[in-house]
């Protein structure tokens, strides 16, 4: 099981180096670094988990609400710094779907 370990570090070592996920990191930073953009994607994921929660308790939800969660959804889009991070990271969930699928293969083939 070892060289498994081994491997498997490897491949995160690999994932940790590949382009995908170093622009993904760089512009999770970007963000973060950004007061502006910080706290604009703070505010839209808060507010959106109120109104998810109110929807799972069947409350209604108010026009306000409504208005304001597009409201943020729309300044959420609009960020530039923000759509790159949103990009960066379904390209590096795209890359690790096609590994796991690499790896769902291999082992799958091994055992027909």
């Known amino acids: 099981m070892d060289d498994i370990i081994s491997d498997a570090a490897a ?3 690999k994932i940790a180096e590949h382009p995908k996920m170093t622009q993904f990191v ?3 930073k970007a963000v ?3 007061a502006e953009a910080n706290g604009l994607l703070k505010d839209y994921r808060e507010f959106s ?5 109110k929807s799972r308790e069947g409350k209604p939800i108010e026009v306000e609400e409504k208005h304001k969660l597009a409201d943020l959804e729309s300044k ?3 960020n ?6 949103i990009r ?3 390209d590096y969930l795209d ?3 096609k590994i796991n699928d690499a790896i769902d293969a291999a082992a799958a083939q091994a055992h027909q």
């Open 76 to 78: 959420v889009a609009k």
């Open 95 to 97: 890359l690790m779907r």
């Open 11 to 13: 491949l995160g070592k």
């Open 88 to 90: 960066g990271e379904a």
């Open 26 to 28: 760089a512009a999770v």
């Open 49 to 53: 988990q109120q109104i998810e929660a």
């Open 32 to 34: 973060q670094e950004d």
């Open 80 to 85: 530039d710094k923000i759509k790159t991070m």
